[in-house]
């Protein structure tokens, strides 16, 4: 079992940046990757970045691209997520997951084994 939780949300202006971090207990974290969802209200969850377990592979959803940075230290259990140049339409509620697997399938949620409680980003225009 891994429980995670998200911490960094809030509210921000346009263009402003934030930082996301999810810590994770139980079970080794290095064996995990990591993403990073979001989901506005009446629209389907959508993948914005994962993280391999080594922290050398990054891959990133079309919105993210060029703004968002994600990481991961796995001496601190922790991934993050750097947003930079936020927009409105960037505002949801942000969710880190963990898989036990690398590579194909991190933009699929149903890939995932554990999800955090989500925290909210509000970017005002």
């Known amino acids: 079992q891994v429980q995670l939780v998200e911490t960094g949300g809030g509210l921000v202006q346009a263009g402003g940046s934030l930082r996301l971090s999810c810590a994770a207990s139980?079970?080794?974290?290095?064996?995990?990757?990591m993403g990073w969802f979001r989901q506005a209200p009446g629209k389907e969850r959508e993948s914005v970045a994962a993280?391999?377990?080594?922290?050398?592979?990054?891959y990133y959803g079309d919105s993210a691209k060029g703004r968002f940075t994600i990481s991961r230290d796995n001496a601190k259990n922790t991934v993050y997520l750097q947003m930079n140049s936020l927009k409105p339409e960037d505002t949801a509620v942000y969710y880190c997951?963990?898989?036990?697997?690398?590579?194909?399938?991190?933009?699929?949620?149903?890939?995932?084994?554990?999800w955090g409680q989500g925290t909210q980003i509000t970017v005002s225009a």
């Open positions: 997951a963990a898989r036990a697997r690398d590579g194909v399938g991190w933009r699929d949620p149903k890939n995932y084994d554990y």
């Open positions: 139980g079970r080794t974290f290095s064996s995990y990757a």
């Open positions: 993280v391999s377990r080594n922290g050398v592979g990054t």
